[in-house]
């Protein structure tokens, strides 16, 4: 069962509320897509926790009704 | 970590241990039947690296076990030296980077590149 972009969006926004959010289908099918999220309370965090704070966004979404999300975290560049 | 109280983690954590680069992983390095586990496997195949790759889709325990030991919602899942390191984006990135030939290298697990 695919899952809408909006939502996917939504939802990660909502388990961080301060990530800059860009989301990408990757083949047009609602099942396959790539986030790049950046967010400061990546700041510090391992690679995994990074991703783990996402999944955890996710809640159970991601490996379920969210087959295929490819994902690549950062924290803001200091400037 | 999840602690050792159920056979499956049990046999997770000495998999780990027994063996310096371990990939869980959908299908078998020979036969990937997952994108994101061949892609993996590639990586790993092309930096020479030996590892010994485990078929979570031959038993439903292990498929959701290595979910719950490693916290982590998907496979392939890569372990070296006893530590997660992560699933298919975090292992690119890393080769990419050139993360992951250093980590190898810390802890003295032999790559061709």
Redo the contacts between chains.
């Keep these: 069962m695919p899952m809408d972009i909006q939502e996917v969006e939504r939802l990660i926004k909502a388990g961080l509320p301060d990530a800059k959010v860009r989301i990408e289908d990757l083949r047009g099918d609602g099942d396959h897509y790539a986030a790049y999220v950046e967010s400061p309370a990546f700041a510090g965090k391992t ?2 926790e990074q ?2 704070m996402v ?1 955890k966004a996710l809640s ?1 979404h ?3 009704t969210l087959h ?1 999300l ?3 975290t950062s924290a803001p560049k200091p400037t | 970590m999840a602690t050792l109280t159920n056979p499956v983690h049990e046999r997770i954590a000495s998999d780990i241990r027994d063996n310096d680069v371990v990939l869980y992983m959908k299908g078998s390095p020979v036969f990937p039947q997952c994108g ?1 586990s061949a892609a993996v496997v590639q990586i790993l195949s092309q930096m020479g690296v030996k590892f010994k790759g485990i078929d979570v889709l031959v038993d439903p325990s292990l498929r959701q076990g290595v ?1 719950d030991f490693s ?4 496979v392939p899942q890569l372990y070296v030296k006893g530590e ?7 292992v690119r ?2 080769f990419e980077s050139g993360e992951l030939a250093e980590l190898l290298r810390s802890k003295g697990i032999a790559a061709s590149a």
Aim: glycine content about 18%.
């Design positions: 690679r995994i991703h783990q999944y159970g991601m490996g379920g295929a490819a994902l690549r | 994101f979910k916290n982590w919602p998907t997660f390191v992560g699933g298919c984006d975090i990135e890393m």
